[in-house]
């Protein structure tokens, strides 16, 4: 609690400053504009979804299902490979639809294939497993290759390397709180509802002199993690489609196929000026 605190002091000064100097290491005034601050969060969540989910489903593949490395790894190119060509057909994607169609489908998306994890169960759920990551994959292709160039031109031209570096640390910060939240989540479920034997799957399917019963109330517990951290990332992915719904300017379309035009940038200069 004490850390926690002294983190939160921390945080408050450390944004309070950044506000006050004229050459800030994160210029937190950028978030003043809609736009951009759609385009962080949308670098942010999906990456946190896409780590956690990446972990924990290695563990659902070979301590629950049972499968060899090499067997899960293959159960997870589909939507390795969808997420890579999502990426490169993003482009042309966006000049046909939009930018803002584009970020509002990516996390709809994103929502559903987490959802279908739900499905997912002891056994017999390595198609559920697929389809999950195969439509995710799309959402996440799709999120990966128009976050920077959406932050970027949101703001103006002088802001642009502050902007696309607020977007890449975005990416980074996602990807380690996916694990460590929803990480987290996931395994203190775990401890709940699972056999008191150690504090991972893993480690319980290891122990010595493990039953069958224990291995009967271990796997469900660790599935009923997996699901609770998949609808949890799926429900902000699904309120975050709404909310750039209703708040991204339907004038936001692009100019030349691939980044969007910048808006509200009188907001951010007089902020700037400020």
């Given at each position: ?210 039953t069958a019963t224990v291995i ?14 998949a609808v949890i990332a799926g ?40």
């Amino acid at each position: 609690m004490a850390t926690g605190l002294v983190g939160i002091v921390a945080l408050w000064w450390f944004v309070r400053r950044q506000l006050h100097l004229e050459h800030p290491l994160i210029d937190f005034r950028l978030f003043r504009d809609r736009v951009f601050t759609i385009a962080a969060i949308t670098g942010l969540l999906p990456l946190a979804a896409w780590s956690a989910v990446a972990y924990l489903g290695g563990i659902y593949l070979q301590s629950v299902l049972g499968l060899a490395v090499l067997d899960a790894a293959l159960v997870a190119l589909p939507g390795a490979a969808v997420l890579t060509v999502t990426c490169i057909v993003t482009p042309a994607l966006v000049a046909r639809i939009g930018t803002r169609a584009a970020l509002i489908t990516c996390h709809f998306f994103i929502a559903a294939g987490l959802l279908l994890l739900l499905a997912t169960g002891i056994s017999g759920g390595i198609g559920w497993y697929v389809a999950s990551t195969v439509i995710a994959g799309i959402g996440y292709g799709i999120s990966f290759s128009v976050v920077a160039d959406t932050a970027v031109a949101a703001v103006p031209a002088e802001r642009a390397g502050s902007a696309a570096a607020i977007a890449e640390t975005s990416n980074e910060i996602g990807n380690a709180l996916g694990i460590a939240l929803l990480g987290s989540l996931a395994a203190l479920i775990f401890r709940l509802q699972g056999p008191d034997v150690a504090g991972t799957l893993t480690e319980t399917l290891q122990a010595p002199g493990v039953t069958a019963t224990v291995i009967g109330d271990a796997k469900p517990a660790f599935v009923t993690g997996l699901h609770a951290a998949a609808v949890i990332a799926g429900m902000l992915h699904a309120a975050l489609g709404v909310f750039a719904l209703r708040h991204l300017p339907r004038a936001f379309t692009t100019t030349d196929g691939a980044h969007p035009e910048p808006l509200a940038q009188d907001t951010v200069e007089e902020s700037s000026v400020r």
